[in-house]
């Protein structure tokens, strides 16, 4: 307490990337905790899921039905995207919700500090949405080359797929999470979004053979876009669209919801 | 004690209004560089509100307010820089440990992680936390949680520390850990802006308080000044064993003249007097006869009481 004169504290309003910076350094903090965990778990699923899924159900599935690919080497890019998906269900759903909470709420402390709104939603976004895929999904992604499913030498850009997949579902995640008011309402955002979005993608089966009325949930699901951009990446097959189309539509979705998260943090943030 | 006249805040017919609510109708006050400032006022007085508005986490609806000489509207995120803000419920991360919760919040404030660490461990020691320093807040009492807090206030160097209730739901002991630690800080020439229903907290630690009700100030001064001008330099308490409101309300009629004022309450009468030993006299003299009489120093809580015929703490349960 004695030693004031020696601490350099920066006495200005932060440039924005720097205000991101600082809130996304909280996340970093509260990952040493649990990186043991979340590490495993990216280890464990998609074995799991190649030794059951893959190898188990596949033996019963003929590759013509999916152009040609082994069952293992059709659901291995969908499971990389998918590992975005169910992330940001634990990143996007309840640290988010109560961060404005009078209990211990993360936002309301960064806001007494030169974080502006702003910055704690980018970076609290930036953790969700480049972090997160850029270390679990970059494990699920050599976990599965043991397994031999990559038929292409880009199968690596499967990561720039979650991460694109991320940024169109993370805003619109947050935005829900911070109108929510009543943590009751928490588990309608996995009912209602992350467990749909996660069976209609065509992850585990070709999206057209869903039944016709299910088809606009699959377009508009940004896993599906994901998906299909991850197996190009993969398994070197052409997409259901071109691949600058599925990046448009999911840089237009997480711009918008990056728009709509904005104005409620902004909301919720100021008294 | 301020140091010399620089102004720290100045507020002017100050209005904060939650949709038909006004929660704070109009207040002035400045805030002096060195001084402890307080705000006293029961719940819901609007103390938190104008603490948030100061705090640059809230725009005021009306009124002009300066912190540090800029306009919290445009310049919010540089005051915040300067300020330490310790609010009413901790908002510290449950999840970090102690000294984590430290580090990362002096990453707010642009501090290098070195000097985080230092200035982290420091700040510890000064709250007598640094045995706790590895475990996680979630274990920590709620005094701990508290101290922590103030700790967490102070990593910036602040040149205003704003303490919203830092006492409250504290037991004794706690108690006068946190004003022994604020007085440390007061006498090291930080300035204090704090608000809390406790008068003796007010009348221990600051210099000068403003006495909040309904979202107004309704008394300005140093605790002394408030007591010398609103009530009279003692109170004799009078029970009459079981007597309660209406039949305190009608002895308190009988009492008129025994001191200069007569404030009857549910379980007791208080007779504001110059003189505790004239009005013993004089109940005597009349053969009035209290089962319990106690004469004591008038306190802020009769100012409190005579300002707005209320206790500033309802029978705390
Ligand atoms: N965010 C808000 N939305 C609506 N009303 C609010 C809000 N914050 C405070 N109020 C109202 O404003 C009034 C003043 O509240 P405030 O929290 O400032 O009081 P206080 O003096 O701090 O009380 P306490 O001692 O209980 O902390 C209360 O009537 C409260 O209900
Ligand atoms: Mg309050």
Redesign the interface.
């Known amino acids: 307490m004695t030693v004031t004169a020696t601490t350099t504290v920066d006495r200005t309003a932060p440039s924005a990337t720097v205000g991101a910076w600082r809130a996304f350094n909280l996340q970093l903090a509260l990952y040493r905790h649990v990186w043991h965990g979340t590490a495993f778990t990216s280890m464990l699923l998609p074995i799991l899921y190649m030794v059951s899924v893959g190898i188990g159900v596949g033996s019963y599935i003929d590759p013509a039905s999916l152009g040609g690919l082994e069952y293992a080497a059709f659901i291995a890019p969908g499971l990389i995207c998918s590992v975005a998906v169910m992330m940001l269900g634990n990143d996007m759903v309840f640290p988010v919700f109560g961060g404005y909470q009078d209990w211990g709420g993360a936002y309301l402390a960064q806001r007494a500090t030169p974080l502006r709104p702003l910055d704690i939603l980018n970076g609290h976004l930036a953790y969700a949405v480049l972090f997160r895929p850029l270390t679990n999904c970059t494990i699920v992604v050599i976990v599965l080359a043991f397994f031999g499913v990559y038929s292409s030498a880009w199968a690596a850009l499967a990561i720039v797929a979650a991460v694109l997949t991320s940024a169109a579902l993370a805003p619109w995640l947050h935005f829900w999470a911070s109108s929510i008011k009543n943590d009751a309402n928490l588990n309608m955002i996995f009912r209602f979004a992350v467990m749909p979005i996660s069976l209609f993608s065509g992850v585990f089966f070709p999206a057209d053979q869903m039944p016709g009325f299910l088809q606009p949930l699959v377009w508009i699901s940004p896993l599906w876009h994901g998906t299909e951009l991850a197996r190009a990446a993969t398994a070197d097959v052409a997409p259901a669209l071109p691949p600058l189309a599925h990046i448009a539509y999911l840089v237009l979705l997480a711009v918008a919801g990056w728009f709509a998260a904005r104005r409620v943090i902004q909301r919720r943030l100021n008294f | 004690m301020p140091h010399d006249n620089e102004m720290l805040v100045r507020a002017s017919d100050l209005r904060k209004s939650y949709g038909e609510h006004e929660a704070v109708r109009g207040v002035d006050f400045e805030i002096l560089r060195g001084e402890a400032f307080g705000f006293l006022g029961a719940n819901g007085a609007g103390k938190s ?1 104008t603490m ?1 508005m100061i ?1 640059c ?3 005021p609806t009306e009124g002009t307010l300066e912190v540090f000489g800029r306009d919290p509207r445009t ?4 005051i ?4 330490g ?1 310790v ?10 440990t102690v000294f ?1 919760n430290l ?3 002096a ?6 992680k070195r ?1 985080a660490r ?2 982290a461990a ?2 510890l ?2 709250v007598q936390l640094t045995a706790r320093a590895k475990d996680q807040v979630n274990e920590l009492s709620g005094g701990m949680q508290r101290r922590l807090a103030i700790a967490r206030s ?1 990593i ?2 602040p040149d205003l520390v704003i303490l919203d209730e830092p006492t409250t739901g504290l037991d004794p002991q706690a108690r006068h850990l946190v004003w022994e630690r604020l007085f440390q800080l007061k006498h ?1 020439g930080v300035s204090i802006l704090l608000t809390t229903h406790y008068m003796d907290e007010a009348e221990q630690l600051c210099d000068r308080l403003v006495v909040m009700d309904e979202g107004r100030v309704i008394a300005a001064g140093s605790p002394r000044e408030l007591i010398d001008t609103h009530v009279t330099k003692e109170v004799v308490e009078l029970r009459f064993g079981t007597a309660h409101t209406a039949e305190l309300a009608e002895l308190a009629l009988t009492l008129k003249g025994v001191g200069a004022q007569i404030e009857p309450l549910p379980d007791k009468i208080l007779v504001y007097t110059d003189d505790a030993d004239d009005t013993a006299a004089a109940l005597e003299a009349r053969e009035i006869r209290p089962t319990s009489t106690l004469a004591r120093r008038a306190s802020l809580e009769d100012v409190f009481l005579r300002l707005t015929g209320r206790a500033l703490v309802e029978d705390e349960a």
Not at chain 2, 75 to 78: D, I, K, L, N
Not at chain 2, 80 to 83: C, D, F, I
Not at chain 2, 87 to 96: A, E, F, I, K, S
């Open positions: 509100t948030r705090g986490v809230s725009q310049e919010g995120a540089a915040r820089a300067r300020l803000v609010p009413q419920d901790n908002t510290l991360d449950g999840m970090l984590e580090v990362v919040y990453g707010y404030f642009g501090i290098r000097e230092a200035k420091e700040l020691d000064f102070l910036n160097d090291r």
